[in-house]
């Protein structure tokens, strides 16, 4: 399996643009997380579906983001605006069927708002 | 709130010491725990989960101890070597079950040849 895959690696944007993450999980996981992480705040919860329903966005910082999971191999981020705050490496991460099971991350999306 | 503290913050040793890091978190009423590793530039490796039912888990070098009452948890790396040398998180589920994660700031590890 090739593992989770993000799109882009690295994003370079300007205050204002519209920025959309990719997530493909891994084949048959059913539990899929965003992740933002941040020198000062370390790795935070966004949001997190199961069997592609949004069930906690306590996470999301603002109605700028906004996360979506049309299918079960695929989900988007999306912030929009833009701001330099947003800053951030966002990481993808999925987990298997059964509860309790590892979460498997991506390699991470690098964004830099200027 | 599920609040995880990682100590100490960065360790540097000479290669082939045995070595622990710590973890503690504040609600014990968790359903598992899980220790990372990180590399520079890269995403999360999982090392070991360990069960609420489980005091311990062994993957080869590393030992990781889970002790829910006490609010705690150490990772053991026995005779260390340079290619350990990474950032090592904790996390516990947020809310119990099958939901996301809560991570400690983590622990940045150098071990020196």
């Known amino acids: 399996d090739a593992g989770v895959i993000q799109s882009p690696r690295h994003e370079v944007t300007e205050m204002g643009q519209e920025v959309t993450l990719r997530c493909k999980p891994i084949s048959g996981h059913n539990s899929l997380f965003w992740y933002r992480q941040t020198m000062m705040r370390g790795l935070e919860l966004l949001i997190y579906?199961?069997?592609?329903?949004?069930?906690?966005d306590s996470g999301m910082p603002e109605d700028r983001f906004s996360a979506k999971m049309p299918n079960a191999s695929f989900s988007t981020l999306k912030i929009q605006p833009s701001e330099p705050r947003d800053s951030a490496v966002y990481f993808c991460?999925?987990?298997?069927?059964?509860?309790?099971?590892?979460?498997?991350f991506g390699p991470g999306t690098r964004l830099l708002v200027l | 709130k599920q609040e995880v503290t990682q100590i100490p913050a960065a360790l540097s040793v000479p290669e082939g010491e045995n070595l622990v890091l710590n973890c503690s978190f504040t609600?014990?009423?968790?359903?598992?725990l899980q220790w990372f590793r990180q590399d520079p530039g890269k995403g999360l490796t999982s090392l070991l989960l360990i069960q609420s039912s489980q005091r311990e888990q062994t993957s080869g070098r590393l030992n990781a101890s889970l002790d829910k009452s006490s609010g705690r948890s150490t990772l053991y790396i026995a005779a260390s070597q340079p290619g350990d040398s990474a950032t090592y998180l904790c996390a516990v589920p947020s809310g119990g079950g099958a939901d996301g994660l809560t991570f400690g700031k983590g622990t940045h590890l150098i071990i020196q040849p």
């Open positions: 579906f199961n069997n592609n329903v949004p069930i906690d």
């Open positions: 609600d014990s009423a968790i359903y598992n």
């Open positions: 991460a999925s987990s298997g069927r059964a509860l309790q099971e590892t979460q498997y």
